[in-house]
């Protein structure tokens, strides 16, 4: 049995992998709009991995024997006003989210729920490669952004990402 406070923001952080999800779904449908097809692939490929990162806390929670809470997912308030916005604002998404897992790792730690712990590490180390993807992406548009040839290359680019299921075993 996992301790209360674990649970809740498990729960918690369920609904915010969904909510992820729905914001990267937006992000994708404003660079599909704006015809950057690569990236709008980018951030759908980016929309599977939250909800997949949703299910697999979910499954944690009932493999454990808990009570999975599902709320309301809340309609995306994120201001896009061109395309490097965007990524800024995926950054600043990824940080907070890293902060939210960590929350969970230190409640987990607190009561030394090493079980907790240990499923947790996959997503500690996960987020860092989040943070790092969403960093150098904004860092190739200020370096490219301006050049209709180079963003061309960049769509390209990251029109060539394929989805990739995690690896994590529970």
């Known amino acids: 049995m996992l301790d209360k406070k674990v649970v809740d923001l498990l729960n918690q952080q369920v609904n915010k992998e969904f909510y992820s999800a729905y914001l990267y779904l937006d992000f994708s449908n404003f660079y599909y709009d704006e015809g950057l097809e690569g990236f709008g692939n980018w951030y759908r490929i980016q929309a ?9 806390m979910l499954q944690y929670l009932q493999n454990n024997g808990e009570k999975v809470v599902l709320e309301a997912i809340d309609r995306p308030s994120v201001e896009i006003t061109d395309a490097k916005s965007v990524l800024e604002a995926g950054l600043k998404h990824e940080q907070y989210v890293t902060g939210l ?5 230190d409640a ?5 729920d090493f079980r907790t712990m240990q499923f947790l590490d996959w997503f500690v180390k996960e987020q860092g490669e ?3 993807n969403a960093e150098t992406l904004v860092k190739k548009f200020e370096l490219f952004g301006d050049d209709p040839k180079s ?10 990402r394929v989805y990739s299921a995690p690896s994590l075993v529970l």
């Open 48 to 56: 599977q991995e939250e909800r997949d990162h949703a299910m697999l």
């Open 101 to 105: 897992i960590h929350t969970i790792y």
């Open 108 to 112: 987990a730690y607190s009561v030394k």
């Open 130 to 132: 989040e943070e790092n």
């Open 151 to 160: 963003l061309y290359m960049l769509d390209n680019e990251l029109g060539a």
